[in-house]
């Protein structure tokens, strides 16, 4: 398509450019780079890098799965964040900034987080590792199919 042609012709150019100024150190006269089927093979690379930066991320995905993806919690954890549906990393983030608004780091570990009511009742820990926490709230995630 369009873009493609685009993107090759740049190339083209770049190496002619690049080239102009090259001196080959081998005695054999031959230039390397320019031999038919390396110079095809980067051709094809750079077209292919150039029409994925253009278009969708290679390896699909995307917002909406995995980790990402919003699903419905448990009343408690709902009436806890006023959301009736959050994504594993919206609910992690959101205990991040529920616990650093109510200073609730233990001060002598900051890997840790000391509980308060609403917490003790989410997680059934006092204290536990910032990082565990995902693990914790896993039981207030419905799964859906």
Known sequence: T???VDAVAKFAASEDEES???DDDDDDGNDDADSG???KRLA???VKKAA?????????GGAGTGFAKPLPVSDELAAAT????MSR???VKWLFAYAKERDLMDPSDKRFVLADETLKQLTGESRFRAFSA???LNRHFIKTK
């Open 2 to 4: 369009a873009c493609c």
């Open 20 to 22: 102009a100024g090259d």
């Open 37 to 39: 089927s390396g110079r």
């Open 44 to 46: 094809a690379k750079r």
């Open 52 to 60: 994925a930066s253009k278009g969708a991320k290679p390896g699909g």
């Open 82 to 85: 006023g959301e009736p549906m």
């Open 89 to 91: 990393g919206g609910v």
């Open 134 to 136: 995902s693990k914790l």
